[in-house]
C-alpha cells in the first residue's frame, strides 16, 4: 500500500496503522484530490482515505493543516449534529525521489456523494422526492448553522463535497456527512476576501456573485455567501439543472451578470415549483411553499435580504401538526429533567 521509494513523513491515526492497509478502491475523483474506500489486514471495518497531493498553489501544507485543524475541532465536540463525519487522523507521505508530499485523510465509510447520486438520477430521469430534498437542506443547515456558532465556516459548498451513504440513491436526513473545510476559522463574520484562479472548477460555480465580482467595498458577509452556495445546490436538486450565469468559463469565471442570473435564477424557481407541483403530498404542500419563499431569500442577489445560517435557521422553524406535538415531548421531557435536577440539588 505505501507504494515503491515511498516512506510515512508523520502519521496520527487513532484506530490503525497507515501499514495496516491492504487495499483501496477508488470511489471518485475531485479536482485536487482522489477519495477510496479501503481495506485493513485482519479487521472487517472499511474506512473512507482522502488522498490530497501538496502542492505551492492550491493545497499548500498549511492550509491542508489548517483544515485538519478544523475537522478535529469539530470531531472533538461532543455536542454537534451528527452529519460530521467522524475523522480518524491523517499520515504524511513522502516519495523518495520526486520528495513529492501527499495527506491521507480518514474518515468513516461512505461511499457515495452528492454530486454522483444527483448525475445518476438526472441520467435515469428520477426526479428526488420533495422529502429527499428537504431533508438535505436540513442536514446541511444544521451543521453549518453549528460552524458558524463555533465561528467555523465551510466556504466548498458544491454537491462534490457533500457524502452521501444512500439507499438505492434514496437520500435521508441521516444520509448527509459533511467532511471538508477551508479558508478557515473566522473571528468576524465580515472580512475582506482575496481569491486566485485556483480554485477548482467544482467550487467557482457555487461562489455568489458578489464574491465572483469582488464587489466588496463594505466587505464580504462569508456565512451570507455560503448560504446562497447552498442554495444553488438545493435549486440543482431540484431542477437538475445549473444556472448558465454561474458556469465557469476559463479565464472569465469571476464576473457574473447579476441582472441576467435574477432573471434566470427566478425562471428555475417557477420550473422547481411546477415540477413539484403535482409530486407532492397534500399534507405536504404548506411546507413546499414555504420552503421555496426560504430558498428564493437563500439565493437574493441584494445581500442584505439575503439570511446568513443562524438568521436562516430561525427562518427554517416550520410547524405542522406533527411537529408541534413533538416539539411539546422534547419541551416536555427537557423541562421534567429540568425540575428532577432542581429537586436534587435542593436536597
Keep these: 500500500m505505501l507504494g515503491k521509494n515511498k516512506k ?8 490503525f496503522k497507515f501499514s495496516n492497509i491492504i487495499s483501496k478502491k477508488l470511489l471518485f475523483s475531485e479536482t485536487h484530490c482522489d477519495v477510496y474506500q479501503i481495506k485493513l489486514i485482519n479487521d472487517k471495518t472499511e474506512y473512507l482515505m482522502k488522498e490530497i497531493l501538496i502542492d505551492t498553489v492550491t493545497n499548500n501544507e498549511q492550509s491542508i493543516r489548517k483544515e485538519i485543524l478544523l475537522i478535529n475541532k469539530i470531531n472533538n465536540t461532543v455536542e454537534k449534529p451528527k452529519n460530521f463525519l467522524k475523522f480518524h487522523g491523517y499520515a504524511v507521505i513522502e516519495d523518495n525521489l ?20 444527483i448525475k445518476k438520477k438526472r441520467s435515469s430521469k428520477i426526479r428526488f422526492h420533495f422529502q ?3 431533508s438535505t437542506y436540513r442536514a446541511l443547515l444544521n451543521s453549518f448553522t453549528y460552524s458558524q456558532m463555533r465561528n467555523i465556516r465551510h466556504s466548498k459548498i458544491c454537491p462534490q463535497n457533500i457524502m452521501c451513504e444512500s439507499e438505492e440513491e434514496e437520500i435521508y436526513f441521516s444520509s448527509i456527512r459533511i467532511c471538508d473545510f477551508a479558508v478557515g476559522e473566522e473571528k468576524q ?17 457555487y ?34 439543472k445549473f444556472p448558465s450565469n454561474l458556469e ?9 451578470e447579476t441582472k441576467d442570473l435574477a432573471i434566470e435564477l427566478e425562471e428555475m424557481m417557477k420550473e422547481m415549483k411546477l415540477i413539484y407541483k403535482e409530486r407532492i403530498r397534500p399534507v405536504d404542500r404548506k411546507k413546499f411553499e414555504f420552503f421555496m419563499n426560504l430558498l428564493e431569500l437563500m439565493l437574493s442577489l441584494e445581500i ?15 410547524m405542522c401538526d406533527e411537529d408541534i406535538l413533538n416539539h411539546m415531548m422534547i419541551e416536555e421531557k427537557r423541562y421534567s429533567m429540568e425540575g428532577e435536577v432542581f429537586w436534587i440539588d435542593k436536597n
Design 8 to 15: 510515512i513523513k508523520e502519521e496520527l491515526i487513532g484506530a
Design 98 to 117: 520526486t520528495f513529492e508530499r501527499s495527506f491521507f485523510l480518514f474518515f468513516d465509510l461512505v461511499s457515495d456523494s452528492l454530486a454522483s447520486i
Design 132 to 134: 429527499e430534498i428537504y
Design 189 to 205: 463574520n465580515k472580512s475582506k476576501l482575496s481569491f486566485g484562479k485556483d480554485l477548482p472548477d467544482s467550487e467557482i460555480k
Design 207 to 240: 461562489l455568489s456573485p458578489e464574491l465572483r465580482n469582488h464587489d466588496l467595498k463594505e466587505g464580504a458577509d462569508y456565512y451570507k455567501a455560503d448560504v446562497f452556495a447552498l442554495g444553488i445546490l438545493i435549486l440543482e436538486m431540484g431542477t437538475f
Design 248 to 256: 465557469y468559463k476559463e479565464d472569465e469565471f469571476i464576473f457574473v
Design 304 to 318: 442584505t435580504s439575503r439570511p446568513d445560517f443562524l438568521e436562516l435557521y430561525k427562518r427554517s422553524i416550520f
